[in-house]
T-cell receptor, first 113, second 113 residues
Framework: ETGVTQSPTHLIKTRGQQVTLRCSSQSGHNTVSWYQQALGQGPQFIFQYYREEENGRGNFPPRFSGLQFPNYSSELNVNALELDDSALYLC????????????FGPGTRLTVT | ELKVEQNPLFLSMQEGKNYTIYCNYSTTSDRLYWYRQDPGKSLESLFVLLSNGAVKQEGRLMASLDTKARLSTLHITAAVHDLSATYFCAVWMGNSGTYKYIFGTGTRLKVLA
């Protein structure tokens, strides 16, 4: 059974640029959630996708957007990067929408300069 | 707005001692999760608590949920150094299309030999 994978591992971008982060869900999982974790803080829920539809969203502006593909992999896109977007971005997959156990990927460390 | 608070934020304890981490949340939910995070790593799921009075145990860790008090506890028995990590609780709320996961502030645990 393949676990949750994310790419890239690390990324450095300049303020104002756009970035795309990728996540492959665990085998058998159809739901992906994305989180932002700033240094020393708890994860902040960005959104959840279930069967290619956004299923819930946290308090993030529209420049944070996502996609889920038919194979249940997912992308997180962030436009007009700001310095405060520097964080660890985590995706988690689960076997259904809502309150199922989540399995987290290793994360992508994004640095905005 | 849903708030999830943990205490203590930092905990330094001797090996062999017992201690409890508390997780309070501010609105109705009967789905609560505990995670462990090692420095520089992703999150590992520890427990999923799905109903009032739920109790789960794994090794030296035991978690419980009181939905009426909006309180969950993570009890550590006879701590060992390997339990040193940051522990997060998280609450799920919402309905289809409006799901949110809210994480607590985290408790950084250090077990001293």
């Amino acid at each position: 059974e393949t676990g949750v994978t994310q790419s890239p591992t690390h990324l450095i971008k300049t303020r104002g640029q756009q970035v795309t982060l990728r996540c492959s869900s665990q085998s058998g999982h159809n739901t992906v959630s994305w989180y932002q974790q700033a240094l020393g803080q708890g994860p902040q829920f960005i959104f959840q996708y279930y069967r290619e539809e956004e299923n819930g969203r946290g308090n993030f502006p529209p420049r944070f957007s996502g996609l889920q593909f038919p194979n249940y992999s997912s992308e997180l896109n962030v436009n007009a990067l700001e310095l405060d977007d520097s964080a660890l971005y985590l995706c988690a997959s689960s076997r259904g929408q809502g309150p199922y156990e989540q399995y987290f990927g290793p994360g992508t460390r994004l640095t905005v300069t | 707005e849903l708030k999830v608070e943990q205490n203590p934020l930092f905990l330094s304890m001797q090996e062999g001692k017992n201690y409890t981490i508390y997780c309070n949340y501010s609105t109705t939910s009967d789905r609560l999760y505990w995670y462990r995070q090692d420095p520089g790593k992703s999150l590992e799921s520890l427990f999923v608590l799905l109903s009032n009075g739920a109790v789960k145990q794994e090794g030296r860790l035991m978690a419980s949920l009181d939905t009426k008090a909006r309180l969950s506890t993570l009890h550590i028995t006879a701590a060992v150094h390997d339990l040193s990590a940051t522990y997060f609780c998280a609450v799920w709320m919402g309905n289809s299309g409006t799901y949110k996961y809210i994480f607590g502030t985290g408790t950084r645990l250090k077990v001293l030999a």
